[in-house]
């Protein structure tokens, strides 16, 4: 049997509770259970199954409850699910520059940056708040919704997209929504 990952610990006996991570290129953002966001360099020695991880960054009172992150390295953002709302900050200062207002409640959110036919790119966000999905596009450094809430038939536990479509799982079911947008860019949702 062919093993696609060989798992190999890099951080070990970090005396903090880890809730969540996220990683681009040779980056580690942590997210501990006090609140404190982490910021690791990792390098891989040559040669070896062995890296180097140096703590370049930390922020002890980030927040008081770290539940999802996302790194969009392109726009230089970090979206968070913070004490059950979405914040953005600067991912080189994490200086706040937004806080997704409407979204207040959330529970889980799913992030997709899109290439346009034309090249340029495009981030939409898929908030789940109780049984409601929320759909947003990001422009001039805000989340802007796309359209009105969305009735979901239960209370989403996970949420990736695919392409044009957000899969969303629910505790017995999965669904698959396709998410079409005119040029005047208004969303339609079908199941």
Not at 33 to 48: E, N
Not at 55 to 72: A, D, G, P, R
Not at 133 to 155: M, N, S, T
């Amino acid at each position: 049997m062919h093993d696609a990952y060989e798992p190999v610990p890099i951080l070990e006996k970090l005396p903090l509770q880890i809730d969540c991570l996220a990683a681009w290129e040779d980056w580690l953002l942590v997210g501990t259970k006090p609140g404190h966001l982490l910021l690791y360099r990792i390098k891989k020695d040559a040669g070896t199954n062995r890296f180097e991880v140096t703590l370049e960054k930390s922020n002890k009172n980030f927040s008081k409850k770290i539940q999802q992150l996302y790194v969009v390295s392109q726009y230089k953002i970090l979206v968070s699910l913070l004490e059950n709302n979405i914040h953005v900050h600067d991912l080189l200062t994490f200086q706040q520059i937004t806080v997704v207002s409407k979204a207040k409640g959330a529970t889980l959110f799913a992030c997709d940056l899109q290439q346009t036919s034309s090249g340029e790119e495009r981030l939409r966000m898929c908030v789940a708040v109780k049984k409601k999905l929320q759909l947003y596009y990001w422009k001039d450094r805000e989340f802007h919704e796309l359209q009105g809430d969305f009735g979901a038939p239960d209370i989403p536990k996970s949420m990736a997209w695919c392409e044009n479509s957000i899969c969303v799982g629910f505790k017995r079911d999965y669904y698959l929504i396709r998410v079409s947008i005119p040029k005047n860019t208004t969303i339609c949702l079908k199941f």
